[in-house]
């Protein structure tokens, strides 16, 4: 199982237009944290604590709820 977690978050970080990330998004029943988390990670690159500090969660819930999305978005790549 890791290694699908390990292949989906390559295959997001290699999406290049944010229009291909919102269209998997949309393909997806994840919460509008999730995505928001998604979005800033990989396409803003912004690390767990900082996603975390804005949006009111703790970087350790941020990372867990990254796992969590990663499995959902694995059926969808």
């Known amino acids: ?11 997001l970080r ?22 928001r988390l998604l979005r800033m990670h990989y396409l803003e690159q912004k690390d767990f604590r900082f996603i975390g500090d804005a949006l009111g969660y703790s970087e350790k819930t941020m990372q867990q709820r990254h796992k969590a999305a ?8």
Do not use: V, Y
């Open 1 to 11: 199982m890791e290694q699908s977690r390990k292949e989906t978050r390559r295959k």
């Open 14 to 35: 290699d999406i290049e237009l944010s229009d291909d990330f919102e269209r998997l998004l949309g393909q997806c029943t994840l919460s509008e944290t999730d995505k």
């Open 70 to 77: 990663l499995r959902k978005l694995s059926a969808a790549l």
